[in-house]
């Protein structure tokens, strides 16, 4: 049957219906979820499992409950996409109810009480995220070392054993997986130089770690890299537009390039910016988010540019070491602003420039 | 409906202060981590309630017009300080718990809300009626809201229940699922708001329910009758 209806962004006027959409973005996450793989272990794959099964489940119950078309809804893997995005964002070993609560709050508090797909005022899956983040910070921020300097291997089981007891199968906990080969427990490139920065060393002197070759913590580079490829790929079939993924990484390289020409020891370069954390997957996958992202050109240039800045300021002078989330749902609310000052010219009307001379 | 009844209604369920009139959201949302918590400041606020609302009544014939709010504000700032001081004397710890939200019940609006809207206008039964009703939905809105809180965020109910009612009641906890993470958004207070929206939520939707079971059972009354006058079509 057809059904015409009248529907909130996002708005797409070509061949793609919703679903091959949000279809096309999952396939583009595939290199950087391999690379993540290839160097930090099996975890992420049990998470996307669970998070997806965790989504669907909650998605299909509130459209039961809500009395809606259920199938129709599924299959516009919206709610699949959010949970994949959310699944990528979390240390890798984290708890299984970690993944299942997060992907439950993203779907049922911040998509469908605001009314399902096209409703939603906040990125799904980074509302998801930041609630986690405050609300277990512990298991939210054990991230593993790359596999290459782990003091412990671990296998697919290990991982799924990991996941849903807390133990690998043969009895080493996260925080024992999270040791390296130099015997101290690891954190995250962003993390590491954060806290140097505070015990008063240098960036360059907390880029001596073991875990940075050069400039890009080990494997991080590589994991960003492969979202980048995910990224060009969606830019290429027109899925994304350029504009927001390159305000972001423009804007944010920008304003680290002033702080690092300013002081070079306290600041890390744009470099380093750019190939550590999330910023990638935050300028492709999730800011471009057709729901809760601007709207218009010119605003969603405004919008990716916003969050750079807001990235670069929280990374910086933050609390946290990654700030993609908060920056992108600090954008969110000013999405109805940005979108009102930003409308283009409707075609046979006039701009205001033109109409007062 | 007895003056007394719609008294009760409103209080408790159709014009509920903090469900309906949303006034003293900062210490309902800041105060009510735990269940306890929330029925000891809910609690002192009906005193205040009451309080006020006899003394407004009283008075309401010798105060001038121009200047009811001071001497309302004053009114109530002095049921505060006897409450403060009474929790100081009997529940040290409660007390303590809540701190700066005790004597902030001066500002609550929903106390000079009900002085303004009701004490300052009716007998004194009346208004105390008015206050320990709305009182009581104020309380039930901070207890319940304490209860959720306290149940998704440390897995428990009636924690520190000793420190409202004496050393009997500690047995009075209900420990449902422990845990060694708390779920610290329900605790914090975004929590606070999120647990308030879906109590809201729920209210209203139990209304839309009622409502609709009401139309219904009066549609179910009136007879349909076809009736034909004229055949000449």
Same mark, same amino acid.
């Given at each position: 049957?057809?059904?015409?209806?009248?529907?909130?962004?996002?708005?797409?006027?070509?061949?793609?219906?919703?679903?091959?959409?949000?279809?096309?973005?999952?396939?583009?996450?595939?290199?950087?979820?391999?690379?993540?793989?290839?160097?930090?272990?099996?975890?992420?794959?049990?998470?996307?499992?669970?998070?997806?099964?965790?989504?669907?489940?909650?998605?299909?119950?509130?459209?039961?409950?809500?009395?809606?078309?259920?199938?129709?809804?599924?299959?516009?893997?919206?709610?699949?996409?959010?949970?994949?995005?959310?699944?990528?964002? #979390?240390?890798?070993?984290?708890?299984?109810?970690?993944?299942?609560?997060?992907?439950?709050?993203?779907?049922?508090?911040?998509?469908?009480?605001?009314?399902?797909?096209?409703?939603?005022?906040?990125?799904?899956?980074?509302?998801?995220?930041?609630?986690?983040?405050?609300?277990?910070?512990?298991?939210?921020?054990?991230?593993? @070392? @790359?596999?290459?300097?782990?003091?412990?291997?671990?296998?697919?089981?290990?991982?799924?054993?990991?996941?849903?007891?807390?133990?690998?199968?043969?009895?080493?906990?996260?925080?024992?997986?999270?040791?390296?080969?130099?015997?101290?427990?690891?954190?995250?490139?962003?993390?590491?130089?954060?806290?140097?920065?505070?015990?008063?060393?240098?960036?360059?002197?907390?880029?001596?770690?073991?875990?940075?070759?050069?400039?890009?913590?080990?494997?991080?580079?590589?994991?960003?890299?492969?979202?980048?490829?995910?990224?060009?790929?969606?830019?290429?079939?027109?899925?994304?537009?350029?504009?927001?993924?390159? =305000?972001?990484?423009?804007?944010?390289?920008?304003?680290?390039?002033?702080?690092?020409?300013?002081?070079?020891?306290?600041?890390?370069?744009?470099?380093?910016?750019?190939?550590?954390?999330?910023?990638?997957?935050?300028?492709?996958?999730?800011?471009?988010? @057709?729901? =809760?992202?601007?709207?218009?050109?010119?605003?969603?240039?405004?919008?990716?540019?916003?969050?750079?800045?807001?990235?670069?300021?929280?990374?910086?002078?933050?609390?946290? @070491?990654?700030?993609?989330?908060?920056?992108?749902? #600090?954008?969110?609310?000013?999405?109805?602003? #940005?979108?009102?000052?930003?409308?283009?010219?409707?075609?046979?009307?006039?701009?205001?420039?033109?109409?007062?001379? | 409906?007895?003056?007394?009844?719609?008294?009760? +209604?409103?209080?408790?369920?159709?014009?509920?202060?903090?469900?309906?009139?949303?006034?003293?959201?900062?210490?309902?949302?800041?105060?009510?981590?735990? +269940?306890?918590?929330?029925?000891?400041?809910?609690?002192?606020?009906?005193?205040?309630?009451?309080?006020?609302?006899?003394?407004?009544?009283?008075?309401?014939?010798?105060?001038?017009?121009?200047?009811?709010?001071?001497?309302?504000?004053?009114?109530?700032?002095?049921?505060?300080?006897?409450?403060?001081?009474?929790?100081?004397?009997?529940?040290?710890?409660?007390?303590?718990?809540?701190?700066?939200?005790?004597?902030?019940?001066?500002?609550?609006?929903?106390?000079?809300?009900?002085?303004?809207?009701?004490?300052?206008?009716?007998?004194?039964?009346?208004?105390?009626?008015?206050?320990?009703?709305?009182?009581?939905?104020?309380?039930? +809105?901070?207890?319940?809201?304490?209860?959720?809180?306290?149940?998704?965020?440390?897995?428990?109910?009636?924690?520190?229940?000793?420190?409202?009612?004496?050393?009997?009641?500690?047995?009075?906890?209900?420990?449902?699922?422990?845990?060694?993470?708390?779920?610290?958004?329900?605790?914090?207070?975004?929590?606070?708001?999120?647990?308030?929206?879906?109590?809201?939520?729920?209210?209203?939707?139990?209304?839309?329910?009622?409502?609709?079971?009401?139309?219904?059972?009066?549609?179910?009354?009136?007879?349909?009758?076809?009736?034909?006058?004229?055949?000449?079509?």
């Amino acid at each position: 049957m057809t059904m015409l209806s009248l529907s909130s962004s996002p708005h797409h006027h070509n061949r793609r219906d919703i679903g091959q959409v949000m279809r096309l973005v999952c396939y583009a996450t595939i290199p950087g979820i391999l690379a993540n793989v290839w160097f930090f272990g099996f975890g992420i794959l049990i998470q996307v499992v669970l998070a997806v099964i965790t989504a669907l489940v909650t998605e299909g119950v509130i459209m039961e409950l809500r009395k809606k078309k259920t199938e129709r809804v599924l299959k516009d893997y919206s709610a699949v996409l959010a949970a994949l995005l959310l699944a990528i964002s #979390i240390p890798p070993l984290a708890p299984w109810w970690v993944i299942v609560i997060g992907t439950f709050f993203s779907i049922a508090v911040v998509k469908q009480l605001y009314g399902g797909l096209g409703y939603n005022m906040f990125n799904p899956a980074m509302a998801g995220y930041v609630m986690l983040l405050i609300s277990f910070p512990m298991q939210m921020t054990s991230w593993l @070392p @790359p596999l290459s300097i782990a003091e412990q291997s671990h296998s697919l089981w290990d991982a799924i054993h990991t996941i849903f007891t807390g133990f690998t199968s043969t009895g080493f906990s996260v925080e024992q997986l999270k040791v390296g080969v130099d015997g101290t427990t690891m954190a995250t490139p962003l993390d590491e130089v954060k806290t140097a920065l505070l015990q008063g060393y240098t960036v360059t002197e907390a880029k001596s770690h073991i875990m940075f070759d050069g400039n890009y913590g080990k494997g991080w580079l590589w994991v960003a890299m492969a979202y980048l490829l995910g990224g060009l790929f969606l830019i290429k079939t027109k899925v994304i537009n350029w504009h927001i993924p390159g =305000s972001m990484l423009a804007s944010a390289a920008l304003l680290s390039l002033f702080l690092f020409l300013l002081d070079g020891d306290q600041y890390a370069s744009p470099l380093f910016h750019l190939f550590n954390g999330s910023l990638i997957v935050g300028a492709f996958f999730i800011a471009t988010d @057709p729901v =809760s992202a601007s709207t218009t050109s010119k605003g969603r240039i405004i919008f990716g540019a916003a969050i750079g800045l807001w990235v670069i300021i929280i990374r910086n002078w933050g609390g946290y @070491p990654d700030a993609i989330a908060f920056a992108v749902l #600090i954008m969110n609310m000013a999405v109805p602003l #940005i979108d009102y000052y930003t409308q283009p010219r409707t075609y046979g009307h006039k701009t205001k420039a033109s109409k007062d001379s | 409906m007895s003056e007394y009844q719609d008294l009760s +209604v409103q209080g408790i369920w159709k014009n509920n202060p903090a469900l309906v009139q949303l006034l003293g959201l900062c210490p309902l949302l800041a105060v009510t981590a735990t +269940v306890i918590n929330g029925l000891g400041l809910g609690i002192a606020t009906t005193l205040v309630l009451l309080g006020s609302n006899i003394t407004v009544s009283l008075v309401r014939n010798f105060v001038p017009n121009e200047i009811r709010i001071p001497i309302f504000v004053m009114i109530i700032a002095a049921f505060v300080t006897i409450v403060q001081l009474l929790m100081n004397a009997f529940t040290f710890e409660l007390y303590q718990a809540l701190g700066i939200f005790i004597p902030l019940i001066v500002t609550n609006c929903a106390i000079i809300g009900r002085a303004e809207a009701y004490a300052s206008k009716n007998r004194v039964q009346l208004a105390a009626f008015d206050g320990l009703m709305m009182g009581l939905g104020f309380t039930l +809105v901070l207890v319940v809201l304490g209860a959720m809180r306290e149940l998704l965020g440390y897995g428990t109910l009636l924690v520190g229940a000793d420190l409202l009612l004496g050393d009997w009641a500690k047995d009075l906890t209900i420990v449902v699922f422990t845990t060694e993470s708390p779920f610290l958004l329900a605790i914090l207070p975004p929590g606070a708001f999120l647990c308030m929206g879906l109590l809201i939520a729920f209210k209203n939707m139990l209304d839309r329910l009622i409502e609709k079971r009401s139309q219904r059972a009066k549609q179910a009354k009136i007879v349909q009758r076809a009736r034909v006058t004229g055949t000449d079509i």
